[in-house]
């Protein structure tokens, strides 16, 4: 797969929230407050990248040649469990608030590890997964903060139709049919 394309996929067509359910729960949270969310996300993407490399070469390296490499989301957990700590004390002393979770970026790296055969492709598809992640935020926003704006408007109302929201985008990217694009290659 070329590297455009994977972008392009990973990141528009087969969002890792939309179609995985990787931090479902935490987009509606997110969607719904206007919660600055960079130091997360630059937490997500740093731990992840370092976890999706040091897994794909642990299992390269170590793990393959023993005939292990089922272990390897074992490793991955291992790794992301040590780098996230690492990078949440960083994240505390830097902004004075918790960048913690969990979902979008031990789950990104098991998908690029997962679904790369090479390094430079799982980095890519990392970076992919957790950009649309956090990119899809704003979108939700957008749609969803005039449908919370009725008055009385509980919380579990407002979660409803950001589940609605995403059901419409994921149905809108599905009902484009790609395969005239690849028609006169």
């Given at each position: ?26 987009e ?11 130091s ?9 990248l370092?976890?999706v490399?040091?897994t ?26 040590a ?9 505390q002393?830097?902004t ?21 055969p090479?390094l ?24 969803t ?22 059901m419409?985008l ?16």
């Amino acid at each position: 797969m070329k590297i455009i394309d994977a972008i392009f996929f990973y990141t528009l067509h087969c969002s890792a929230v939309l179609v995985y359910g990787i931090g479902i729960l935490q987009e509606a949270e997110n969607s719904l407050s206007r919660k600055k969310i960079g130091s997360t996300a630059i937490k997500s993407l740093a731990c992840s990248l370092v976890t999706v490399s040091l897994t794909f070469s642990i299992n390269k390296l170590l793990l393959a040649p023993l005939g292990l490499s089922e272990l390897y989301p074992l490793a991955a957990l291992l790794l992301w469990a040590a780098f996230s700590s690492f990078f949440e004390i960083i994240a505390q002393l830097a902004t004075k608030k918790s960048a913690a979770e969990f979902a979008v970026s031990y789950l990104a790296a098991l998908i690029a590890l997962n679904e790369s055969p090479s390094l430079l492709g799982a980095i890519v598809i990392d970076i992919c997964c957790i950009a649309g992640c956090y990119a899809l935020i704003p979108v939700l926003y957008s749609f969803t903060s005039k449908m919370v704006s009725v008055k009385n408007a509980d919380t579990f109302r407002q979660k409803i139709s950001v589940f609605f929201c995403m059901m419409i985008l994921l149905l809108a990217l599905y009902a484009l049919n790609t395969s005239w694009i690849y028609a006169g290659v």
